[in-house]
């Protein structure tokens, strides 16, 4: 638990710079994904997997 917890805590610990850069890099993917949707609105619930997904593969790019 404190193993996980501590990964947490890190992915969180993100500067406001480099979230800034990430949300501007989310909001053109979640544009783009939403023409291509059937059913627009979904983009809802789209979102917020691109931001977990987004922040796990910055955390993951620092590890490495």
Known sequence: ???TARHFSNIVATDYKTIAILSLIRALAAYFVKVYLTHPPIII???PVLVACSMLVY???NLL
């Open 1 to 3: 638990m404190a193993f």
């Open 45 to 47: 619930f789209v979102y």
């Open 59 to 61: 955390y993951v790019f």
